[in-house]
T-cell receptor
Framework: AQSVTQPDIHITVSEGASLELRCNYS??????LFWYVQSPGQGLQLLLK??????LVQGIKGFEAEFKRSQSSFNLRKPSVHWSDAAEYFC????????????FGAGTILRVKS | EPEVTQTPSHQVTQMGQEVILRCVPI?????FYWYRQILGQKVEFLVS????????KSEIFDDQFSVERPDGSNFTLKIRSTKLEDSAMYFC????????????FGSGTRLTVV
């Protein structure tokens, strides 16, 4: 069965510090990988996605993610966090073999301290 | 930037009542989805819809649920007889392409069943 694991429920970082949010997946197919962000009371905004090609992908708001097939991971990074980055971050995975649906991780809540 | 619009943003209903959640997908998108997020839990796939038919549905999407595209612009999710456990945030999404390429999500409808 397809599954997505985000091991960290909460992460707190200082403003200006670097950030890495972890995502591991278990899929019996070539994955399509996504990171979404959800601010309180808001919808899900796509940060970035990976389908193929360069394993380091750039997204909006200064985020990037690296696909590592050998580790089944797609970790999200940002070199310098801003207070406005405080939100919940979801990793999601899809595959052509499983249709159009996405499977989401449980999310990581990011708190930014000043 | 095109948006997926969901109304209402919050709905409170009594147990056993029927509710209809409404969505206006992006106009040139052909594939439509509903996901839900119970408080504190993962975002879960409910159903996908294309060409006026359900293309895929999850185990959650039982006979109490139905979807419809009544007029070529709206996309609705109906819950026939709500239960307490239907309380959740419901997200509508749409996509232009067939495949797990990621979607544009709406901002969600928070349904509270009392």
């Amino acid at each position: 069965a397809q599954s997505v694991t985000q091991p960290d429920i909460h992460i707190t970082v200082s403003e200006g510090a670097s950030l890495e949010l972890r995502c591991n997946y278990s899929y019996g197919a070539t994955p399509y990988l996504f990171w979404y962000v959800q601010s309180p009371g808001q919808g899900l905004q796509l940060l970035l996605k990976y389908f193929s090609g360069d394993t380091l992908v750039q997204g909006i708001k200064g985020f990037e993610a690296e696909f590592k097939r050998s580790q089944s991971s797609f970790n999200l990074r940002k070199p310098s966090v801003h207070w406005s980055d405080a939100a919940e971050y979801f990793c999601a995975v899809g595959a052509m073999e499983y249709g159009n649906k996405l499977v989401f991780g449980a999310g990581t809540i990011l708190r930014v301290k000043s | 930037e095109p948006e997926v619009t969901q109304t209402p943003s919050h709905q409170v209903t009594q147990m056993g009542q029927e509710v209809i959640l409404r969505c206006v997908p992006i106009s040139n998108h052909l594939y439509f989805y509903w996901y839900r997020q119970i408080l504190g839990q993962k975002v879960e796939f409910l159903v996908s819809f294309y060409n006026n038919e359900i293309s895929e549905k999850s185990e959650i999407f039982d006979d109490q649920f139905s979807v419809e595209r009544p007029d070529g612009s709206n996309f609705t999710l109906k819950i026939r007889s709500t239960k307490l456990e239907d309380s959740a945030m419901y997200f509508c999404a749409s996509s232009e392409l067939d495949g797990p390429y990621g979607y544009t999500f709406g901002s969600g409808t928070r349904l509270t069943v009392v």
